[in-house]
């Protein structure tokens, strides 16, 4: 595995008023690593994320992506978060745009590319996730598995060296998770740079290389997926995994 850190937080504290939601977390990303970040509802993984993008300015702390700064106030943000890519629980396509013009449109009008260079980009993409044949149609006309696929796609097209997935399989139909999930497992094959919230633990179990565990604020453990989800070191992480079995409940 490559020893490059490519994406570092140091000391990241973020606050909402009074509430502080993340308090001091210290994460680096290596590249080509896959980082699974757990953790119960409301311990600050979405905010994290939307740190690590620029979506949200940190209290305290810095984000470097290979080395640079990346925090709304700087010059260099729009730069920088165009080589992070994010998708979210909604798709967020535009209903009047076909799928083809979706997925261009940001390669087009922020990176200035010429049409047949990021149409042909898109086509390699989505022949990739098995959708081109839907370049004509319009968000309305696809299932949420195939509009979530687009919406990665739409990030892929931005030639990011990251990406980040917040529960983006969250909102599907249990039928369509898979094929979200299987585009996913595809990118880290390919040597993706990817941090993942997800609650699909036989999958976050697959792809991580590296289990992180959020609660309070903070980084409880972080270890292997072998380990973290046999035998988690913490209290805190065993009681979040017991949320997510079946077994042994009767009395
Ligand atoms: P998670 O993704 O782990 O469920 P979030 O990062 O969405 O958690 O939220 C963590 C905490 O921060 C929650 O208590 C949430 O209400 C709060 N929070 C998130 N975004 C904002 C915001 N823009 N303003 C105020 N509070 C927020
Ligand atoms: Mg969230």
């Not at 449109?105 to 990021?118: I, N, T």
Request: some cysteine.
């Amino acid at each position: 595995m490559e020893e490059t850190i490519q994406l570092q937080v140091s000391g990241l504290i973020k606050k909402f008023g009074e509430d502080t939601v993340l308090n001091g977390i210290d994460l680096s990303v290596r590249q080509g690593e896959v980082v699974v970040v757990l953790g119960p509802s409301g311990c600050g993984k979405s905010t994290l994320l939307r740190c690590m993008n620029g979506l949200e300015t940190p209290t305290a702390g810095t984000i470097l992506l290979d080395g640079e700064p990346i925090s709304a106030g700087d010059r260099n943000i729009t730069r920088q978060r165009q080589k992070i890519g994010m998708v979210f629980q909604s798709y967020d396509l535009f209903p009047h745009k076909t799928i083809l013009d979706n997925v261009t449109l940001a390669p087009r009008k922020v990176l200035k590319r010429p049409k047949a260079e990021a149409e042909a980009d898109a086509q390699r993409l989505l022949e990739r996730v098995g959708l081109w044949e839907k370049r004509n149609a319009y968000p309305r006309e696809l299932s949420g598995g195939q509009k979530q696929r687009v919406a990665i796609v739409r990030a892929l097209c931005m030639n990011p060296e990251v990406m980040l997935f917040d529960e983006v399989t969250a909102a599907l139909d249990p039928e369509m998770v898979r094929e979200v999930l299987d585009v996913m497992l595809e990118l880290a094959r390919q040597g993706m740079t990817m941090v993942i919230v997800t609650h699909e633990m036989r999958f976050a179990r697959a792809i991580a290389d590296r289990v992180v565990f959020l609660d309070g604020g903070v980084i409880v453990e972080q270890s292997p997926p072998e380990i973290f989800f046999t035998n988690p070191r913490t209290q805190r992480a065993r009681d979040f995994l017991q949320t997510f079995t079946y077994e042994n409940r009767r009395p």
